[in-house]
């Protein structure tokens, strides 16, 4: 599966944005998608997980309560709403797509990958 994440940008601490991952060459709706984010000189990290039906979520403990995952199966896009946007939250932001109906919060875990959408988040 081809992915193409966007709506990244620059944002005042406090605001909010939505990232968008348009995915296309494979059935969407048979895979588990994942966000994640690699700050500067940083390793990348996990942020949050869908299940293929969308109807499970994870998130990592610093965004939880401020982000939200959801996924549009009929039009092949998954999102992540951020709110609250902390400068910590810079990062370039990556979405992920697992071949198998249950999400998961590693890396390894993850078959194909988007080439990410910048983030930055000033104080």
């Known amino acids: 599966v081809q992915l193409q994440a966007s709506g990244g940008g620059l944002v005042q601490a406090g605001g909010s944005l939505r990232l968008s991952c348009a995915a296309s060459?494979?059935?969407?709706?048979?895979?588990?998608m994942g966000w994640f984010r690699q700050a500067p000189g940083k390793e990348r990290e996990f942020v949050a997980a869908?299940?293929?039906?969308?109807?499970?979520?994870y998130y990592a403990d610093s965004v939880k309560g401020r982000s939200t995952i959801s996924r549009d199966n009929a039009e092949n896009t998954l999102y992540l709403q951020m709110n609250s946007l902390k400068p910590d939250d810079t990062a370039v932001y990556y979405c992920?797509?697992?071949?198998?109906?249950?999400?998961?919060?590693?890396?390894?875990?993850?078959?194909?990958w988007g080439q990410g959408t910048l983030v930055t988040v000033s104080s």
């Open positions: 992920a797509a697992r071949d198998s109906p249950s999400y998961w919060y590693t890396e390894a875990a993850y078959d194909y």
């Open positions: 060459g494979r059935t969407f709706s048979n895979c588990a």
């Open positions: 869908i299940s293929r039906g969308g109807g499970n979520t």
